[in-house]
């Protein structure tokens, strides 16, 4: 029989060696847990920068010209026809006109009735003729004039090519420069410079 004595040593025994696993199993799961909390840490980080990316490569913007009516622009920063001389203008009503069948005054008088009739003498000064209002004037005047969507697609391509063609010839653009030009342009950017065409017509500006 053990006296009270050595049963307290023996518990005391048995209670050390239950806890020095616990305690060695503690320490090995330390590296694990730093390891977690590490990869959630990069994790985080890496979604955030990944959410303001995308944010900033994807917001839109537009341009207009300022100073009297003008038309909005679809593409971003300044576009090359921004400054083009008269003579891409006076090429652009031409062969547009050309290709509906009408003469240049004529579509001048339904762009005055039309889209600058809307245009309150006060807004004159600064209003712009957005992309929607250029393409609704277009599909209307292809329509009095039985002209498909397709058939003005190919007319308003064709102006825009023959009026970059006058440039090249003039040497005011090269084959390269005029072909990259074209290429970049959308149907808004074409709807709008036919637009703008006739309302450098309708301001008396030599173009």
Do not use: C
């Not at 920063?77 to 004529?106: C, I, K």
């Not at 003729?129 to 058939?151: F, K, R, V, Y």
């Amino acid at each position: 029989m053990l006296n009270e004595e050595e049963q307290a040593k023996e518990g005391q025994i048995a209670e050390l060696l239950q806890q020095k696993p616990q305690r060695q199993t503690g320490w090995r799961l330390m590296p694990v847990l730093l390891l977690l909390g590490v990869t959630v840490i990069l994790g985080g980080g890496l979604v955030a920068v990944w959410r303001v990316y995308t944010t900033n490569s994807a917001s839109p913007t537009q341009t207009a010209k300022k100073g009297g009516p003008s038309t909005t622009s679809t593409s971003s920063g300044s576009a090359p026809w921004d400054n083009y001389p008269a003579v891409y203008w006076q090429t652009l009503r031409a062969q547009f006109a050309q290709g509906m069948h009408m003469t240049e005054q004529q579509i001048q008088d339904n762009f005055r009735s039309t889209v600058l009739a809307t245009q309150t003498p006060a807004s004159h000064g600064g209003a712009e003729i957005s992309s929607p209002q250029a393409t609704e004037w277009l599909n209307d005047l292809a329509q009095t004039q039985g002209i498909s969507q397709d058939q003005l697609h190919t007319i308003e391509a064709t102006a825009v090519q023959q009026a970059h063609a006058a440039l090249v010839q003039q040497h005011v653009l090269t084959h390269q420069q005029a072909d990259q030009t074209i290429h970049g342009m959308n149907q808004d950017d074409m709807n709008l410079n036919i637009i703008e065409a006739f309302l450098r017509s309708s301001q008396g500006k030599k173009s």
